[in-house]
């Protein structure tokens, strides 16, 4: 998705469904595309939801087990 925003910048929101490291700075970088934040909110199963920047929480028994599954260890 690309969302314009009142100061003039766009907010792109990209899904991977798997990748290298640093591949959306470099498909940015061959779009002539300059990234003033990168903000990963999922990984996985897994959701930041609404925690706050820098903070941190213990994962629950339902998180783990489904990422557990994720990866392939029952």
Not at 17 to 36: A, F, K, S
């Amino acid at each position: 998705d690309a969302i314009p925003t009142a100061s003039g910048a766009t907010l792109l929101r990209m899904t991977l469904r798997q990748g290298v490291n640093r591949q959306i700075r470099r498909m940015c970088r061959d779009l002539n595309l300059t990234i003033l934040r990168l903000r990963r909110v999922e990984l996985g199963p897994l959701s930041l939801g609404n925690l706050e920047s820098g903070k941190w929480r213990a994962l629950d028994a339902t998180e783990i087990t489904s990422l557990k599954a994720s990866l392939g260890l029952s």
